[in-house]
Every structure is written in C-alpha cells, then in structure tokens.
C-alpha cells in the first residue's frame, strides 16, 4: 500500500497518516521533517526567533495533521502549501503570544462540522484552560499513555495489542475510566463551576 | 439522566459520528437542560485537556534534533 518513504508523494503520506498507529508516526515525521526548512525561512516580518518559529512550525504541522485526519483537508492544495499558509497564521499567533488569547475549544476537536465547532465554542464561553499538564501529571502513567495513544489515532485494538489489554473492548473501557477520573479531577475546580 | 449512557453519547457528539438531525438535538438539549450542559462541558474540558496534553508531548518528541 505505502511507496518508498523518501519519495513518498502528498496522497501516500496522507494514506499513511490516515492509516493511524505506527504508520501514522512514520509518516508524521517524514512529512515534519521534509518542511522543516519553513522555520529557517520563516517570514521575518514577524520578528519571530528561530525557537518561535519551530514552535509555530510544530503547532501548524500538528494542525495540518488533524485536518488530514479528521477529512477537513481533502488535497485541494498540496500539503506544503497548505502547511505553509497554517504556519503563516501560527507565526502572527507567535507575534501575539504575549497578549491574552482565550482557549479554543474548537482546536481539538477538528472532527467536528464548522457550525457544531461554533457551538462548542458559544457553550463553553470565554473558559480558559490553563493547566493542562498538572491535570495529566496527577494521572497515573497507564492512563496518560493510553489517553495518548487514543488521541494520536491509534485504534483500540492496536492500544490493547501495545498495552497489553485482553481485548480492544477492555482497552476502551479503560479509556473511559481514566477519562473519567481526569473529568472529575477538574471539577469542583474554582475556575470552572458552573 | 438516570440509565442514560451520557458518556458515549457526549463522545459520539464529539467524535462527529451523529446524524445532523441528532447533533441539532443534542446541541438544543444543551440549551434546554441545564444538567445535561454542565456534564456535557466537563466532558468536553477533560477530553480537551487529554489531546492538548498529547499534542504537546507529540510536540516536544518532534522538536527533538535528529
């Protein structure tokens, strides 16, 4: 199914993410690597570091790779293009990063149709989420691997085959169970009553 | 909510695997039941929390030089 990596065109390396688990890791990083060469020359307008700029290229390239994922790119462009258009705009967020920018809801759930990514935004209101990690850290390492590996794409199955689970079945029912301890860790959080 | 599977229903919405017409009925009982909206938020700031935290282990693995 999947040509020589080096030479590996746009439909092959989204094949290859698509295909979720150790594939999708494969080809994440050819392709990261392969326009890495954005950050060196990255528009100096913005007077980003080259530090910034990496930061800017990872976020847009991770952007780039939802967007695959979750069907949002379809190959209108190719994906250098498109990748360099997104990590344009993420060099103009790094030119701001010291201003005050409420969490995007939406940002995660690129599976979602634009108006339901509205709503989600409109429901949760102007929340901020700030502390993301030290919610994860208090997890236990099983759960943050497995959610982990859940949100990198990989399929139950594969998580149960890498983590030892019996089934995809109790894998999943794991998931939930991590997912929610780390709900009920966050609330009663002042920051977020209701 | 008593019985109800909130928890797959709430990941069913933001996996986008309803029919249009169950996410408009899923959004409007957002707005009508307040219970269902409070749990409906939490869902959605641990689910969040979890890939923004793999997004940015994701990220620091990519960063490292080669």
Same mark, same amino acid.
């Given at each position: 199914?999947?040509?020589?990596?080096?030479?590996?065109?746009?439909? *092959?390396?989204?094949? #290859?993410? +698509?295909? #979720? #688990?150790?594939?999708? %890791?494969?080809?994440?990083?050819? $392709? $990261?690597?392969?326009?890495?060469?954005?950050?060196?020359?990255?528009?100096?307008?913005?007077?980003?570091?080259?530090?910034?700029?990496?930061?800017?290229?990872? *976020?847009?390239?991770?952007?780039?790779?939802?967007?695959?994922?979750?069907?949002?790119?379809?190959? *209108?462009?190719?994906?250098?293009?498109?990748?360099?258009?997104?990590?344009?705009?993420?060099?103009?967020?790094?030119?701001?990063?010291?201003?005050?920018?409420?969490?995007?809801?939406?940002?995660? $759930?690129?599976?979602?149709?634009?108006?339901?990514?509205?709503?989600?935004?409109?429901?949760?209101?102007?929340?901020?989420?700030?502390?993301?990690? %030290? $919610?994860?850290?208090?997890?236990?390492?099983?759960?943050?691997?497995?959610?982990?590996?859940?949100?990198?794409?990989?399929?139950?199955?594969?998580?149960?085959?890498?983590?030892?689970?019996?089934?995809?079945?109790?894998?999943?029912? %794991? +998931?939930?169970?991590?997912?929610?301890?780390?709900?009920?860790?966050?609330?009663?959080?002042?920051?977020? *009553?209701? | 909510?008593?019985?109800?599977?909130?928890?797959?229903?709430?990941?069913?919405?933001?996996?986008?695997?309803?029919?249009?017409?169950?996410?408009?009925?899923?959004? +409007? +009982?957002?707005?009508?039941?307040?219970?269902?909206?409070?749990?409906?938020?939490?869902?959605?700031?641990?689910?969040?929390?979890?890939?923004?935290?793999?997004?940015?282990?994701?990220?620091?693995?990519?960063?490292?030089?080669?």
């Amino acid at each position: 199914m999947f040509g020589k990596k080096d030479s590996a065109t746009d439909q *092959e390396i989204m094949a #290859g993410i +698509r295909a #979720g #688990g150790v594939t999708r %890791q494969r080809y994440e990083n050819l $392709f $990261f690597l392969r326009n890495k060469e954005m950050v060196r020359l990255r528009p100096r307008k913005y007077r980003i570091t080259e530090d910034d700029a990496l930061d800017a290229y990872t *976020e847009a390239f991770l952007a780039v790779v939802d967007h695959i994922v979750s069907g949002r790119f379809r190959g *209108e462009a190719s994906l250098k293009t498109y990748l360099s258009r997104i990590f344009r705009n993420k060099c103009v967020d790094q030119h701001r990063k010291n201003t005050t920018i409420p969490t995007d809801w939406a940002e995660e $759930f690129p599976e979602l149709p634009d108006p339901s990514r509205d709503f989600l935004k409109k429901l949760m209101g102007e929340e901020r989420l700030e502390r993301v990690s %030290q $919610f994860m850290e208090q997890l236990g390492q099983r759960c943050k691997d497995l959610l982990m590996l859940s949100a990198w794409g990989y399929s139950p199955a594969e998580i149960a085959e890498k983590m030892d689970f019996s089934t995809p079945h109790s894998a999943s029912s %794991q +998931r939930h169970k991590c997912l929610a301890k780390l709900k009920e860790m966050m609330t009663g959080v002042e920051e977020f *009553e209701d | 909510m008593a019985g109800e599977d909130i928890f797959t229903l709430i990941e069913t919405y933001l996996n986008n695997r309803m029919s249009e017409e169950e996410m408009q009925a899923f959004e +409007r +009982r957002c707005e009508t039941d307040p219970a269902f909206a409070c749990e409906v938020k939490a869902h959605t700031r641990a689910e969040y929390a979890a890939r923004s935290y793999a997004r940015s282990q994701r990220s620091a693995e990519l960063k490292k030089p080669v």
